[in-house]
């Protein structure tokens, strides 16, 4: 877990009309649709074997490690998962008094049950144990604290680390020793980052989980972000001490390959390793949708990192929805861009990007076609035109190629991605360019040459923009362009008590899509007049285009949903605004 800082806002705290032209300004400068673009994907040059790397997940099981079912979690072959029975009632080692009572043992049977489940085939994925989780450092402790080393004393925490790997052993299951999660003073480890009282806490931990166990893998230093400062003052210490992992690993960055490479250099500028690399957790809250996940996939799968998990930001800690990439434990967006990362089979190619996009690309004769999956890390729309190059004749019949474009929107939940085209298209010199209109900043999208990927059930719900013609809008309502994490670049708002717009709709479920921020406030939804259902958009992170409402499943026909402005808002919201993204309506 992580905390991030909010991002910037889709529009001020509203004050007056004057406040809100100069948000509607601030807003519309930011470009919703960038220039028209082209990455390219080369078939002529196969590269290494897809690794898999971010198909992985932190806290993404239940508690006994059951859920989800294998039909969820099978499909997205997965490599990585971490959990240590964070939150758990009985706060661990820490609320035992410091030593291995109920809490503690709850804890440590929920990750021996849960790596059990996924280290055996068919998953034999990697489980990284936090060990700080088991100790009850999760964020919950209280300030009374006594920590590791505190007062430089670490017997007890020396006893903790033997009871620990004592059970493991016990249990025939093998782990990663992910010994503290984010040491940088956060609320995980509040006595420093670097400090000498962590370097007693680690340089203790390394050496009595390799006296009793010395075939196990050390993961760390698993700080909060990327820091290039932080990671070459702490390959020197470890170094020096004779305590280096077996796993270098941190969590979150700005671009997975640029950070991963800089890793390798201040480990090779300090006579370290290489060592195997991980990013335990990636993807800040508002960054959890189909278009940022494809992008960051498509810049870690050509990196050297192994593994990569999904970071939670809720469901916290063994909901067993993958992160919310389930969703009423039904796949997402997000979900079906997991499964078309797996089926990056055969060999990865060389691609570039641009403009924000990025695109992964692999070849794979045996399964009788290739594939790409774009994203982008910026929301912007337009159109990215995929210029492939090297076409080999295996995938040609009479010099054509069948060409598939499937977009994958962000919808909780998604029964499958929606098939923008299907056609078969001349290859001309071993090259073929194809054109994607990206609808939505938030999409991510596929393009496979000669046999179609597994696309579910051939789409999901249509998606209705909230400023087209079908929604319609009483009085004090504006709209706001070019806002690039929403559907379109559109947001459809109102700050004014007893505001109400309207959607009919021909269907059997409706799903509203709205902003939740720091400012938002609380609305109420129903359907064709029936009772009120109060909606509250207050978040103390945004996400510009979630599903906020979703209707029970209804008759089908001809129905109308009805958003009213409340003028109440949770007692943390800074403002009083509702913004509208989109409708899915299911037939």
Same mark, same amino acid.
């Given at each position: 877990m992580?905390?991030a800082?909010?991002?910037?806002?889709?529009i001020?705290t509203?004050?007056?009309?004057?406040?809100?032209?100069?948000?509607?300004?601030?807003a519309a400068?930011?470009p919703a649709?960038?220039?028209?673009?082209?990455?390219?994907v080369?078939?002529?040059? $196969?590269?290494?074997?897809?690794a898999?790397a971010?198909?992985g997940?932190?806290?993404?099981?239940?508690?006994?490690?059951?859920?989800?079912?294998?039909?969820l979690l099978?499909p997205?072959?997965?490599?990585?998962?971490?959990g240590g029975?964070a939150?758990?009632a009985?706060?661990?080692?820490l609320g035992?008094?410091?030593?291995?009572g109920?809490?503690?043992?709850?804890?440590?049977t929920? =990750?021996?049950?849960q790596?059990?489940r996924?280290t055996?085939?068919?998953?034999?994925?990697?489980?990284?144990l936090l060990v700080?989780?088991?100790w009850g450092?999760?964020?919950e402790?209280p300030?009374?604290?006594v920590?590791?080393c505190?007062?430089?004393?670490?017997?007890?925490?020396?006893?903790?680390i033997?009871?620990?790997?004592?059970d493991?052993?016990?249990?025939?299951?093998?782990v990663?020793y992910d010994?503290?999660n984010e040491?940088d003073?956060?609320?995980?480890?509040?006595?420093g980052?670097?400090?000498a009282?962590?370097?007693?806490?680690?340089n203790?931990?390394?050496?009595e989980i390799?006296?009793?166990d010395?075939a196990?893998?050390?993961?760390?230093?698993?700080?909060?972000g990327y820091?290039?400062?932080?990671?070459?003052?702490?390959?020197a210490?470890?170094?020096?001490?004779?305590?280096?992992?077996?796993?270098?690993?941190w969590h979150?960055?700005?671009d997975?390959?640029a950070?991963s490479n800089? =890793?390798?250099a201040?480990?090779a500028?300090r006579g370290?390793?290489?060592?195997p690399?991980?990013i335990?957790?990636?993807?800040?809250?508002?960054?959890q949708q189909?278009g940022?996940?494809?992008w960051?996939?498509a810049?870690?799968a050509p990196s050297d990192?192994?593994g990569?998990a999904h970071a939670? !930001?809720?469901?916290?800690c063994?909901?067993?929805?993958?992160d919310?990439?389930?969703?009423?434990?039904?796949p997402?967006?997000?979900w !079906?861009?997991y499964? %078309?990362y797996?089926?990056?089979?055969?060999n990865?190619?060389?691609?570039?990007?641009?403009n924000g996009?990025?695109?992964?690309?692999?070849?794979?004769q045996g399964?009788g076609?290739?594939v790409?999956?774009?994203?982008?890390?910026?929301?912007?729309t337009?159109?990215?035109s995929?210029?492939?190059?090297?076409?080999?004749?295996?995938?040609?019949?009479?010099?054509?190629t069948?060409?598939t474009?499937?977009r994958? $929107? @962000?919808?909780?939940p998604?029964?499958?991605?929606?098939?923008v085209?299907s056609?078969?298209l001349?290859?001309?010199?071993g090259s073929?360019?194809v054109?994607?209109?990206?609808?939505?900043g938030?999409d991510a999208?596929?393009?496979?040459?000669?046999n179609?990927i597994?696309?579910?059930?051939?789409?999901?719900?249509?998606?209705v923009?909230a400023n087209s013609?079908?929604?319609?809008y009483?009085a004090?309502?504006g709209?706001?362009?070019?806002?690039a994490d929403?559907?379109?670049?559109t947001a459809?708002w109102?700050?004014?008590?007893?505001s109400?717009a309207?959607l009919p709709?021909t269907g059997?479920r409706?799903?509203?899509?709205?902003?939740?921020?720091?400012?938002?406030?609380?609305?109420?939804?129903?359907?064709?007049?029936g009772a009120?259902?109060?909606v509250d958009?207050y978040?103390?992170?945004? @996400?510009?285009s979630?599903?906020?409402?979703?209707?029970?499943?209804l008759? %089908?026909?001809?129905?109308?949903?009805?958003?009213?402005?409340?003028?109440t808002?949770?007692?943390?919201s800074s403002?009083?605004?509702?913004?509208?993204?989109?409708a899915d309506?299911?037939?």
């Open positions: 992580s905390r800082a909010p991002p910037s806002r889709l001020a509203l004050l007056g009309a004057a406040t809100l032209a100069a948000a509607a300004v601030a400068a930011v649709e960038a220039a028209d673009s082209t990455v390219t080369n078939l002529a040059a $196969p590269g290494k074997v897809p898999r971010g198909a997940f932190l806290y993404g099981l239940t508690q006994n490690g059951a859920g989800p079912a294998d039909g099978q997205l072959r997965p490599t990585l998962f971490r029975g939150r758990i009985g706060h661990g080692w035992d008094g410091y030593r291995a109920t809490g503690y043992r709850v804890r440590v929920s =990750a021996i049950d790596a059990r996924v055996a085939a068919p998953y034999d994925a990697t489980y990284h700080s989780d088991v450092a999760d964020t402790q300030a009374t604290t920590y590791p505190d007062n430089g004393d670490c017997a007890n925490w020396r006893s903790f033997t009871q620990l790997v004592t493991v052993k016990a249990s025939g299951v093998r990663r010994i503290w040491p003073g956060t609320g995980f480890w509040p006595r980052v670097n400090s009282q962590y370097f007693q806490m680690w203790t931990a390394v050496a390799r006296r009793l010395p196990a893998v050390i993961v760390g230093p698993s700080y909060s820091n290039h400062g932080w990671l070459d003052t702490w390959l210490r470890t170094k020096a001490d004779g305590t280096l992992p077996g796993v270098l690993n979150f960055g700005n997975p390959l950070d800089d =890793a390798k201040i480990m500028a370290v390793g290489p060592l690399m991980t335990d957790e990636y993807l800040f809250s508002q960054q189909p940022y996940l494809a960051y996939l810049r870690l990192v192994s990569a939670i !930001w809720s469901d916290c063994t909901a067993g929805t993958l919310s990439v389930l969703w009423n434990g039904q997402t967006g997000q !079906w861009v499964r %078309a797996a089926q990056l089979t055969g990865l190619v060389p691609t570039s990007g641009g996009v990025a695109v992964v690309a692999s070849a794979d399964a076609r290739a790409a999956l774009l994203g982008n890390q910026t929301g912007q337009g159109t990215t995929i210029l492939f190059t090297g076409v080999p004749a295996w995938l040609l019949s009479g010099g054509r069948r060409v474009v499937q994958i $929107p @962000n919808q909780s998604l029964s499958g991605p929606v098939v085209s056609a078969d001349t290859v001309t010199g073929l360019t054109p994607v209109t990206m609808v939505s938030t999208y596929t393009v496979t040459l000669g179609p597994d696309g579910g059930t051939g789409g999901g719900p249509s998606i923009d013609a079908d929604f319609t009483g004090n309502w709209v706001t362009t070019g806002v929403m559907y379109a670049g459809n109102s700050f004014t008590a007893g109400t309207q709709f059997t409706v799903a509203l899509h709205a902003v939740r921020d720091v400012d938002q406030q609380i609305i109420a939804v129903s359907v064709d007049g009120e259902s109060l958009n978040a103390p992170t945004r @996400n510009a979630g599903v906020v409402w979703t209707s029970p499943i008759t %089908a026909g001809a129905h109308t949903l009805r958003v009213r402005v409340t003028g808002k949770h007692a943390a403002g009083w605004n509702v913004a509208i993204d989109s309506v299911t037939a």
